[in-house]
């Protein structure tokens, strides 16, 4: 992660969450879920049966669907949308898992069609026809609702909405609907924070979404410019009328 971050700059942080704003709402349980250690990863993988049968650098199951097939290997297929800084990430998720002997495929695609909502193209990031996809997303609002509204199972992309459901990964948590709804009902803050943290926390553990690098967003402001105020949370310019010219 420290790796992937430095690829944005100054603003690149690791996160080992997928809600980290604002602050309030962000887990304080999951910062030490995902300790980088290869020896580890490569341990649990023996103790699970994959290993190197065949000697040919990639760990598989030792077994065969039937005679004649080939063994069932460790290989999985990484998808994102072009992009200098995503090729880079992938290389470095590719060399990672390569070192305990896993395997990774790597495709991209133009940003049209991987972010496109046309349902019928199907290398989009909505039909998800990898095991792994990777993308920019987050809160954009103070409340965290509708964001964590993505994960719960009436948003299933599938055929049966177009492919528009929010929920790409096609993951479907009765525990997890039960603390969104319950969300929606909540008014009292520090429990309703709670169910939020539950929520990012429920999603980590399950290892729906594996959260790599938070990124903020920057603008720039004349410093002949007074009565800026700039969030997060709208565009630059909500303010524009008390921007006056002033001395630096």
């Avoid at 602050?23 to 699970?48: I, Q, V």
């Avoid at 459901?165 to 309703?192: F, V």
């Avoid at 720039?220 to 630096?248: C, E, M, Y």
């Amino acid at each position: 992660r420290e790796a992937m971050a430095k690829l944005y700059g100054p603003t690149g942080q690791p996160t080992t969450s997928v809600l980290v704003s604002p602050p309030t709402f962000e887990s304080p349980n999951t910062g030490n879920l995902y300790p980088f250690d290869l020896a580890k990863a490569a341990g649990l993988l023996d103790e699970a049966g994959w290993t190197d049968t065949n000697n040919d650098g990639i760990r598989d199951n030792g077994k065969i669907r039937k005679v004649g097939d080939p063994l069932i290997t460790m290989r999985v297929l990484l998808q994102t949308s072009a992009s200098p800084i995503r090729q880079q990430t992938q290389e470095i998720i590719k060399r990672t898992l390569s070192a305990i002997q896993v395997d990774v495929q790597l495709t991209f695609f133009d940003s049209i069609t991987f972010f496109s909502s046309d349902p019928t193209v199907t290398n989009t990031r909505h039909h998800f026809y990898a095991d792994m996809e990777m993308y920019s997303t987050g809160n954009r609002s103070p409340d965290p609702g509708s964001y964590m509204r993505n994960w719960i199972c009436s948003e299933i992309a599938q055929k049966a909405n177009s492919w528009k459901g929010l929920n790409k990964e096609r993951w479907c948590s009765p525990s997890y609907d039960t603390l969104y709804q319950a969300s929606t009902a909540e008014i009292d803050p520090a429990q309703r924070r709670q169910l939020f943290i539950d929520m990012n926390d429920q999603l980590i553990n399950d290892v729906v979404v594996i959260p790599l690098v938070r990124q903020a967003d920057i603008s720039g402001v004349s410093n002949t410019l007074v009565g800026v105020d700039l969030s997060p949370w709208d565009a630059d310019l909500w303010n524009i009328k008390d921007w006056k010219r002033g001395t630096p």
